[in-house]
């Protein structure tokens, strides 16, 4: 029998003696008596010789008037700490798609076939949900030259929330058709504008938004869905296989 059933059943007989004498019976003969109990069990459950069930510490519960799962000494077990298990914290990222002004696609991300993973360090943001994208095209070149991978974190309302200045993944939608690009933020007065940052000028004219984290999912529309963390090159070979 291990020390910690050892321990409890010491706990028990211990409070079952004190209930019985706070009880006003001075001996575990007039309380068996009073109650009949059997006087040897009372007294083999009082110097711990023998343990005694739920059932019976709700009798004595009663008889006594205290709380039956203290005379169980349930409070007095050891229980481990809960613990939950969450995987180790990882240095990678997984590619996901791809953001292109101006091109229009049935869907934004790539099948798990196309996908890569990069390796950019752990996460600089607890806690944030971590997606990596490649940027095709010239809207943001003035900050992230075609094929720069970006590190991005999913955006949630009420915990990660893009603000003013900051480099986000927009997706705009016109019935099936998805449009992934990176912009800038901004606001201007009381509204919100999505800027482009690019040497090209069909890409100059600024794209209103009425909020950065709208939760509006219909046919058409436009929605930040991630902040831009980081960027990386990779300046030795085309990292993307197909």
Known sequence: ?????????????????????????????????????????????????RTFDVETAVRYGKAFKINPGLLLGLDAIDVPAFRIDRAPPSKKITIIGAVEAGVWRERTEWPESERYDIEVGYSIVPNAERFGLVVEGYSMDKVFPPGSELECIR?????????????????????????????????RDDKWELH???????????????????????????????IVVRAFQNHY??????
């Open 155 to 187: 955006v949630y309302r009420g915990s990660q929330e893009p603000q003013d200045g900051d480099l986000v993944v927009v997706e705009r939608r016109q019935h099936d058709l998805r449009e992934t690009t990176c912009k800038r933020l901004r606001k």
């Open 237 to 242: 070979e085309q990292r993307r296989r197909g």
């Open 1 to 49: 029998m291990g020390s910690g059933m050892t321990d409890r059943k010491e706990v028990m007989a211990e409070r079952l003696r004190e209930a019985r004498i706070k009880a006003g019976y001075a001996s575990a003969g007039a309380a068996a008596a009073a109650f009949g109990f059997g006087g040897s069990t009372l007294t083999s459950h009082e110097n711990g010789t």
């Open 196 to 226: 482009c940052e690019s040497t090209k000028p069909e890409f100059q004219t600024p794209i209103p938004l009425g909020s950065p984290d709208n939760e509006h999912f219909g046919d058409d529309g436009i929605d930040v869905i991630g």
